[in-house]
């Protein structure tokens, strides 16, 4: 707190007003000066240094000093304060009780007046004054007679409050305890709009009941509103029965009725995700015909099994996969999509050794244009070349499969790239294709594409009920046909590998005219010797070796025989070696294999639970 005096504090006014007052008429020249000099600045620039200087100056005029405003400017001779604290001042101290020379809780009337306000007193004059404090409320929702019920329970509690036996206390207890139950059964049950409004709900679906019981009591009306309920006989009428199911029936083998949508009475080609059975011991083949048990039809079909590559493509199998899934196209009744189906190989087959169920799948979708592709190679040969562009032919039978396959990509077996541009008038199937590079007469040109497969649309329906000894035989696979049959798998010589038989080519000797090897120099003139017809002296004279040359020759190939059978021992020693190795290898991988075979099988049987849980 400040203690500067407020006498201090008008001089120091008085003087910085005139201060003020000359430091305005320098900084207003000085201000025009600097107006003249600078062109273009910000006016809130302008003479700031004295606005600082003014705002300063009432932020200290306008400070109240608190300790003269509440001591006082100065304080009197006697000591007290001029200032708000000396208005505010009394000498009664009123923090401090002047107590009487007596306490007079002698008294018996003073007693009793503070008797109340222990627990020993009477507290039924509060409990009335707390009741008249509420004024004139009413609890609206308190059934009176619940209310008398309760006092009854509190009455009966006080006047048993006497001393009884332990039996007699539990079994008022529970008394108690059972009144009190229904009064709150009574209170939530029965009162209550909420009640009222169950009440008259119940009454309401009581009366409807009791009406439809009374139409409905003629059969007939039941019937025509209701329909037939379950466990009553009634009589079908079907149109267009085959008459052999009337001939051929069987009261002993139960039927079943059922119904179809529209969608279900039309044909069309379906896409489905399958998978071979886990417990089938044979892969399936590729448009071999199998039955399908969907919804409520059996049929047999031929599918047509494709895989799905990363570009949408649906390229065809031949066989299925072993232990994955693949999608089968073929047509029959369509479906809606997420049906479920299984395939069997026949349907009264009973010489099946093995498990029948072939696959399982699900419904996919019906879409019409669905496209399986197959690979196509095919190859021919140049018969004309000019340059970069050639004839070819081999590869086409006609001028129509030319025009479906123009601007088509070909390559070569050296690798140059070409295109299918026209066809040729003669021979048949003969086109002009253009290249990269000029090609050799002696290159093979193939070309490389996608083609479409046809669905085959078959299907027959499996009707053994309608044969005398309930089987029934459809088409059958190429495999049963030759098996009956006793025929051979047909081999088709261009099919088998063949080991590849290349001549050895045997290039002619470099000949270098005499004409040139005069203008040649001496470097790159061919240095061959002819062969002479007779021997010179230095190969015909014999050589006569002395005692000592002689010693020393016989000792030189002694120990030139003596290393070569060592060296033989050795190759020996380390082909035992190795054999014994290998041996020993061949071993320890037979048994990886086993261990290998085992985690294999641990695994697939593990992810075939897993797939038959999803599909369930």
């Given at each position: 707190?400040?203690?500067?005096?407020?006498?201090?504090?008008?001089?120091?006014?008085?003087?910085?007003?005139?201060?003020?007052?000359?430091?305005?008429?320098?900084?207003?020249?000085?201000?025009?000066?600097?107006?003249?000099?600078?062109?273009?600045?910000?006016?809130?620039?302008?003479?700031?240094?004295?606005?600082?200087?003014?705002?300063?100056?009432?932020?200290?005029?306008?400070?109240?000093?608190?300790?003269?405003?509440?001591?006082?400017?100065?304080?009197?001779?006697?000591?007290?304060?001029?200032?708000?604290?000396?208005?505010?001042?009394?000498?009664?101290?009123?923090?401090?009780?002047?107590?009487?020379?007596?306490?007079?809780?002698?008294?018996?009337?003073?007693?009793?007046?503070?008797?109340?306000?222990?627990?020993?007193?009477?507290?039924?004059?509060?409990?009335?004054?707390?009741?008249?404090?509420?004024?004139?409320?009413?609890?609206?929702?308190?059934?009176?007679?619940?209310?008398?019920?309760?006092?009854?329970?509190?009455?009966?509690?006080?006047?048993?409050?006497?001393?009884?036996?332990?039996?007699?206390?539990?079994?008022?207890?529970?008394?108690?305890?059972?009144?009190?139950?229904?009064?709150?059964?009574?209170?939530?049950?029965?009162?209550?709009?909420?009640?009222?409004?169950?009440?008259?709900?119940?009454?309401?679906?009581?009366?409807?009941?009791?009406?439809?019981?009374?139409?409905?009591?003629?059969?007939?009306?039941?019937?025509?509103?209701?329909?037939?309920?379950?466990?009553?006989?009634?009589?079908?009428?079907?149109?267009?029965?085959?008459?052999?199911?009337?001939?051929?029936?069987?009261?002993?083998?139960?039927?079943?009725?059922?119904?179809?949508?529209?969608?279900?009475?039309?044909?069309?080609?379906?896409?489905?995700?399958?998978?071979?059975?886990?417990?089938?011991?044979?892969?399936?083949?590729?448009?071999?015909?199998?039955?399908?048990?969907?919804?409520?039809?059996?049929?047999?079909?031929?599918?047509?099994?494709?895989?799905?590559?990363?570009?949408?493509?649906?390229?065809?199998?031949?066989?299925?996969?072993?232990?994955?899934?693949?999608?089968?196209?073929?047509?029959?009744?369509?479906?809606?999509?997420?049906?479920?189906?299984?395939?069997?190989?026949?349907?009264?087959?009973?010489?099946?050794?093995?498990?029948?169920?072939?696959?399982?799948?699900?419904?996919?979708?019906?879409?019409?244009?669905?496209?399986?592709?197959?690979?196509?190679?095919?190859?021919?040969?140049?018969?004309?070349?000019?340059?970069?562009?050639?004839?070819?032919?081999?590869?086409?039978?006609?001028?129509?499969?030319?025009?479906?396959?123009e601007g088509a990509m070909i390559k070569t077996v050296s690798g140059i790239r070409g295109q299918v541009k026209r066809a040729l008038?003669?021979?048949?199937?003969?086109?002009?294709?253009?290249?990269?590079?000029?090609?050799?007469?002696?290159?093979?040109?193939?070309?490389?594409?996608?083609?479409?497969?046809?669905?085959?649309?078959?299907?027959?329906?499996?009707?053994?009920?309608?044969?005398?000894?309930?089987?029934?035989?459809?088409?059958?696979?190429?495999?049963?046909?030759?098996?009956?049959?006793?025929?051979?798998?047909?081999?088709?010589?261009?099919?088998?590998?063949?080991?590849?038989?290349?001549?050895?080519?045997?290039?002619?000797?470099?000949?270098?005219?005499?004409?040139?090897?005069?203008?040649?120099?001496?470097?790159?003139?061919?240095?061959?010797?002819?062969?002479?017809?007779?021997?010179?002296?230095?190969?015909?004279?014999?050589?006569?070796?002395?005692?000592?040359?002689?010693?020393?020759?016989?000792?030189?190939?002694?120990?030139?025989?003596?290393?070569?059978?060592?060296?033989?021992?050795?190759?020996?020693?380390?082909?035992?070696?190795?054999?014994?190795?290998?041996?020993?290898?061949?071993?320890?991988?037979?048994?990886?294999?086993?261990?290998?075979?085992?985690?294999?099988?641990?695994?697939?049987?593990?992810?075939?639970?897993?797939?038959?849980?999803?599909?369930?």
């Amino acid at each position: 707190v400040s203690t500067q005096s407020t006498g201090d504090e008008e001089d120091f006014g008085e003087e910085s007003d005139e201060d003020g007052v000359e430091s305005e008429e320098s900084d207003a020249d000085q201000s025009e000066e600097d107006d003249e000099m600078i062109v273009g600045a910000a006016r809130w620039k302008r003479n700031i240094a004295n606005k600082a200087k003014e705002s300063f100056v009432q932020r200290q005029l306008n400070a109240k000093n608190l300790h003269s405003i509440i001591y006082g400017e100065d304080t009197d001779s006697s000591g007290q304060f001029t200032g708000l604290l000396a208005e505010t001042r009394t000498t009664v101290d009123c923090t401090r009780h002047e107590w009487a020379g007596e306490s007079g809780w002698e008294d018996p009337e003073r007693r009793a007046d503070i008797r109340d306000c222990f627990v020993t007193g009477d507290w039924a004059e509060a409990e009335g004054d707390e009741d008249e404090g509420f004024g004139d409320f009413e609890d609206l929702e308190a059934d009176p007679e619940q209310e008398d019920e309760m006092e009854d329970i509190e009455e009966e509690t006080s006047q048993n409050a006497e001393e009884t036996t332990p039996e007699e206390e539990k079994s008022k207890y529970e008394k108690k305890k059972e009144k009190l139950k229904k009064l709150f059964d009574t209170d939530y049950d029965e009162n209550g709009d909420e009640s009222k409004y169950f009440a008259d709900l119940q009454e309401e679906a009581d009366a409807q009941t009791r009406t439809n019981k009374e139409f409905f009591a003629d059969e007939a009306h039941r019937e025509r509103y209701e329909g037939y309920r379950a466990g009553q006989y009634v009589r079908v009428t079907i149109s267009e029965m085959p008459c052999e199911m009337v001939e051929l029936l069987d009261p002993h083998y139960p039927l079943v009725v059922g119904g179809v949508t529209s969608l279900e009475h039309q044909m069309g080609l379906l896409q489905t995700r399958t998978k071979r059975h886990r417990w089938y011991p044979k892969i399936l083949k590729n448009q071999d015909p199998i039955v399908v048990s969907l919804g409520w039809r059996r049929f047999q079909t031929r599918p047509v099994y494709s895989i799905q590559d990363h570009n949408m493509r649906q390229r065809m199998l031949k066989y299925t996969p072993e232990h994955m899934h693949c999608h089968a196209t073929f047509y029959g009744p369509l479906a809606p999509p997420n049906t479920t189906f299984i395939a069997t190989q026949g349907a009264t087959d009973k010489k099946t050794s093995s498990f029948r169920i072939v696959a399982t799948g699900v419904i996919l979708g019906l879409d019409k244009t669905i496209d399986v592709v197959k690979k196509l190679k095919l190859t021919g040969t140049p018969y004309k070349i000019f340059k970069n562009t050639a004839f070819l032919k081999g590869m086409f039978s006609s001028i129509l499969e030319v025009s479906k396959f123009e601007g088509a990509m070909i390559k070569t077996v050296s690798g140059i790239r070409g295109q299918v541009k026209r066809a040729l008038s003669a021979p048949p199937g003969a086109f002009r294709a253009s290249f990269e590079d000029k090609i050799q007469i002696s290159d093979i040109v193939f070309l490389r594409c996608w083609v479409s497969v046809d669905i085959p649309k078959f299907y027959t329906p499996v009707i053994n009920l309608l044969s005398p000894d309930k089987t029934w035989s459809g088409m059958r696979t190429v495999a049963e046909l030759r098996r009956e049959k006793g025929e051979a798998i047909p081999v088709k010589q261009d099919s088998l590998y063949k080991e590849i038989e290349r001549r050895q080519k045997v290039f002619k000797p470099l000949v270098v005219s005499k004409s040139l090897q005069k203008n040649l120099p001496f470097k790159t003139k061919p240095k061959v010797e002819k062969k002479r017809k007779k021997q010179l002296y230095v190969t015909k004279r014999a050589v006569v070796s002395e005692p000592g040359e002689r010693r020393l020759t016989t000792l030189m190939q002694q120990l030139l025989t003596a290393q070569k059978e060592s060296d033989k021992k050795k190759y020996e020693k380390k082909n035992k070696e190795k054999e014994k190795y290998l041996s020993e290898q061949a071993k320890i991988n037979a048994k990886r294999g086993e261990k290998a075979k085992e985690r294999r099988k641990i695994f697939y049987q593990k992810n075939a639970k897993k797939d038959q849980a999803g599909e369930d």
